[in-house]
């Protein structure tokens, strides 16, 4: 590099009691060093902000190592290389991988993946076509295997995740019933993404009725992001043989006092239902498989993403803190000036 360059960073600065809070996080700025032999250093352009992320500034035993205390925080990036003494990536490539929350990291080049900017925007390698868009992928068709005819209902339907489900869905021949938290959200879900109904969870004065009344052929498949109450009223209406995958639970992420509710057990036994949770890394063997058919879907115009995008490095945390409040619309993204 010709000049010497500053990266600032966010730590994980305390482990968060309940919903986190500005005083979790920590800034820093470093200087960036030198690439080394088969290294890059690259510029943040985006950074994906997830759910998931709560779990890991927690220390409980999970599928994922949590996050060290006063170290940097890992998701999501997509940026720009600036320097390389990397075969095969050079100062202008575009890449996609798991870095730090910084405006430049310093990675073996085994660590990105190139990714072509003119085949879609690059905010859509984090979305439609990134972690999102796989995990609804496989945790619908290899979980879910929803069929022509049958009813999906999908929690967090105006989330990155649900909204693909869904599209995914009518993509098989279902019928597909969304729940979000706002009418503006339950809108799009019918009006731009295809959803043969949606119900909003927070004005409805009794989610099972309306579900009810939204599914009148019961649920055959539920992809469930949310857990909670939300959950529980699906529960009452499944076919026989249904299928549950089971995504996510932020209904509980920042639960401090337990999170209790009605008993499936005996609801599974009676329909004979399949109730299974999974993870993105599940099928680390099949991503190809997943990354082709959403890159043929969105270039066919058979599916469509909504991004959130904060500006600024200073904002990611209220970018993350947004999303256990509702505010984001589809993926949520910052975008580093």
């Given at each position: 590099m010709t000049q010497q360059l500053t990266s600032k960073q966010i730590v994980l600065a305390s482990r968060p009691v309940g919903l986190p809070t500005d005083a979790n996080f920590a800034?820093?700025?470093?200087?960036?060093?030198?690439p080394g032999e088969g290294q890059v250093?690259?510029?943040?352009?985006?950074?994906?902000?997830?759910?998931?992320?709560?779990?890991?500034?927690?220390?409980?035993?999970?599928?994922?190592?949590?996050?060290?205390?006063?170290?940097?925080?890992?998701?999501?990036?997509?940026?720009?290389?600036?320097?390389?003494?990397?075969?095969?990536?050079?100062?202008?490539?575009?890449?996609?991988?798991?870095l730090g929350w910084q405006t430049y990291n310093v990675v073996d080049a085994s660590a990105v993946r190139r990714i072509d900017g003119t085949v879609a925007p690059l905010s859509a390698y984090l979305s439609v076509l990134g972690l999102t868009g796989l995990t609804a992928y496989f945790g619908l068709l290899d979980i879910g295997q929803p069929k022509a005819g049958e009813t999906v209902v999908v929690s967090g339907a105006a989330g990155a995740v649900g909204m693909m489900v869904g599209q995914i869905a009518k993509i098989r021949g279902a019928r597909v019933v969304g729940i979000a938290g706002t009418d503006e959200k339950?809108?799009?879900?019918?009006?731009?993404?295809?959803?043969?109904?949606?119900?909003?969870?927070?004005?409805?004065?009794?989610?099972?009725?309306?579900?009810?009344?939204?599914?009148?052929?019961?649920?055959?498949?539920?992809?469930?992001?949310?857990?909670?109450a939300i959950s529980d009223a699906v529960m009452t209406l499944l076919n026989?043989?249904?299928?549950?995958?089971?995504?996510?639970?932020?209904?509980?992420?920042?639960?401090?006092?337990?999170?209790?509710?009605?008993?499936?057990?005996?609801?599974?036994?009676?329909?004979?239902?399949?109730?299974?949770?999974?993870?993105?890394?599940?099928?680390?063997?099949r991503m190809q498989e997943g990354a082709s058919a959403l890159a043929q879907w969105l270039a066919a115009g058979q599916l469509k993403y909504e991004e959130t995008i904060v500006e600024g490095f200073e904002n990611v945390p209220k970018a993350f803190l947004g999303l256990f409040k509702g505010e984001n619309v589809g993926k949520q993204l910052v975008k580093i000036g």
């Open positions: 800034y820093r700025e470093i200087p960036v060093a030198e250093v690259v510029r943040s352009i985006y950074l994906s902000i997830d759910p998931y992320m709560r779990g890991r500034m927690s220390d409980a035993k999970s599928y994922i190592e949590p996050y060290g205390l006063n170290e940097v925080i890992v998701g999501g990036v997509v940026g720009e290389v600036v320097a390389s003494k990397a075969e095969g990536l050079k100062p202008g490539d575009h890449v996609l991988g798991m339950t809108a799009l879900l019918t009006d731009k993404l295809g959803f043969d109904a949606a119900i909003n969870y927070k004005t409805v004065p009794d989610m099972r009725a309306a579900l009810a009344e939204a599914c009148p052929s019961g649920v055959d498949v539920y992809f469930d992001n949310v857990g909670g026989d043989y249904a299928r549950i995958p089971v995504c996510g639970a932020i209904s509980s992420y920042n639960v401090t006092d337990g999170d209790t509710g009605p008993r499936v057990q005996t609801k599974l036994i009676k329909t004979r239902s399949l109730m299974k949770g999974f993870v993105l890394s599940d099928y680390a063997d």
